[in-house]
């Protein structure tokens, strides 16, 4: 590593789509900016490298999960987990940003100094242990919020007494034979409603066990119109066009079940009611508590997992957990549940900026004493921004538009000569959670994150219509944003 930078005017931490995504967007519009990704794995592509289990996909079209700078070629738009990956990839070998990465560090902290208008990064090889320190006068975490070395496990009662096998599908092994086996899948989110169709051709069974229904919405696996377009059209306009319906349509659908949740729950019902026998207890199994979009919708490709549940390979059961036995589960009710494998794919941990540790001038950052600013950004933390998607849409929207905004802000500090930006926090706004979800991963952790604030520019909007606007067009200087320049 002698031959790379100690100094570099951006480090980014995270080599997965939003870190890619963002070296992309700097060496576009801050072509003389130099910059390092700090990568804690050995390979690009964050989740859609580290998760392998059958089945893995987006849960969001890709047209608007891929970036707004390069189309989305393929014709699946619910695409596999590997064309995703894939995609990630062609995209940092097209715009050079391989050579930029230096894999294998996880940055455990970073130190600001004012005096110097610069960062000091601490990374760790996870090899060897060995230590690295570089500087940078920008600091960007592209880490997502996830937790990648553990996923949530509740605990379960009598797991030791279990004679099968037990996988998390966050650190699914690479020679597990489902094969006709009985397979108990623990969950009823995004992860199992992926599992579930996917191994239900070999498996001898598969059960979705689940505390609660989610809301689940069959769309198609493919977009004829984006497809059509394709061929017809510039690449380039195609897409555009395409991921401007796909926005428009995904918006309407969050407005309309948040301002008409009844109607959305009789229109999905009726969907329901098309795709399950006639006889199908959607009342106790596909009729959540909550409204629509107060937890995220899942998404299934052609239906496939309603196909399985007309097929009879899979069934659901709804009920709790009393204990795991020798041979599978025994429920709440009393019933029993037999499996040579339990999968559970129980949630995921959260974990703010990879864990790394921040401190400026000699103070360590506690963030929920901070408060986000324009989502991207936390008070009172200089040259510091990060990227957080939407919950309510594709996480690639947020990010595409944060990265933009944080050129522009680079831009203007280019042009007027400062060294230092630091958005100032308004004491007279009230605090919120950095979060509106109810979902249970956001709920465990939202304590240790920043507090999000109840008016803009500390509030954390999840509206792409709107967020386009202000993050594009509003002022760099906007009262709330301090700039500051070194003494020479």
């Known amino acids: 590593m002698t031959d790379q930078p100690q100094h570099v005017n951006v480090v ?3 080599a997965g789509l939003s870190g890619i995504g963002a070296a992309c967007h700097l060496q576009a519009e801050l072509p003389a900016k130099t910059y390092t990704i700090l990568e804690a794995r050995d390979s690009i592509g964050g989740t859609w490298d580290l998760f392998r289990y059958p089945g893995i996909r987006s849960d969001s079209d890709m047209f608007t999960l891929g970036y707004r700078f390069k189309p989305w070629t393929e014709q699946k738009a619910i695409a596999d987990g590997h064309h995703i990956l894939s995609y990630v990839k062609e995209t940092a070998r097209e715009y050079g940003v ?3 990465i230096r894999f294998g560090y996880r940055v455990v902290s970073a130190e600001w100094s004012s005096t110097h208008a610069r960062w000091t990064v601490r990374a760790l090889r996870g090899d060897t242990g060995d230590a690295m320190e570089l500087t940078c006068d920008f600091l960007l975490s592209a880490t997502g919020y996830y937790r990648y070395d553990e996923g949530y496990l509740p605990e379960f009662a009598g797991t030791e007494r279990f004679g099968g096998t037990i996988v998390h599908p966050q650190h699914w092994p690479e020679d597990l034979d489902y094969a006709d086996k009985r397979v108990v899948v623990i969950g009823s989110g995004a992860t199992a409603v992926t599992l579930v169709p996917s191994m239900a051709p070999d498996a001898a069974h598969v059960t979705m066990l689940q505390r609660s229904p989610s809301y689940i919405v069959t769309i198609p696996a493919k977009d004829a119109i984006g497809n059509a377009l394709r061929k017809v059209l510039p690449g380039k306009l195609a ?5 401007w319906k796909n926005v428009l349509i995904a918006t309407g659908f969050y407005q309309l079940s948040r301002r008409r949740p009844g109607l959305v729950k009789k229109l999905l019902r009726k969907a329901l009611q098309r795709q399950l026998p006639a006889d199908y207890d959607i009342d106790t199994h596909f009729k ?3 409204n629509p979009w107060d937890q995220r919708v899942c998404l ?5 997992l309603f196909r399985s549940i007309r097929r009879g390979q899979v069934s659901i059961v709804t009920d709790r957990i009393e204990t795991f036995t020798e041979t599978g589960l025994r429920l709440a009710s009393g019933a029993t549940l037999d499996a040579d494998i339990i999968i559970t794919a129980t949630g995921l941990n959260l974990l703010a900026f990879g864990g790394m540790e921040l401190v400026v001038d000699g103070n360590s950052v506690k963030l929920p004493e901070t408060m986000a600013y324009k989502g991207m950004m936390l008070s009172g933390v200089p040259n510091f921004g990060y990227i957080v998607g939407y919950t309510n849409a594709s996480w ?7 990265c933009e905004y944080i050129c522009r802000l680079l831009k203007h500090m280019v042009d007027n000569g400062y060294d230092s930006c630091v ?7 009230a605090e919120e959670p950095f979060m509106d979800f109810s979902a249970g991963y956001v709920q465990r952790s939202i304590g240790n994150f920043p507090k999000q604030g109840e008016k803009a520019p500390w ?3 999840m509206n792409y219509l709107r967020d386009v606007f202000t993050l594009r067009h509003s002022p760099i200087a906007d009262g709330a944003m301090r700039f500051g320049r070194l003494r020479v």
């Open 423 to 429: 958005p100032e926090r308004d004491p007279a706004v």
């Open 288 to 290: 959540p508590s909550y």
């Open 12 to 14: 980014i931490v995270g």
């Open 396 to 402: 690639t929207l947020k990010a595409d538009i944060a």
């Open 300 to 304: 299934v490709p052609n239906g496939d």
């Open 98 to 100: 391989e050579r930029h």
């Open 459 to 461: 509030r954390l909007r």
């Open 239 to 243: 897409y555009a066009i395409t991921r």
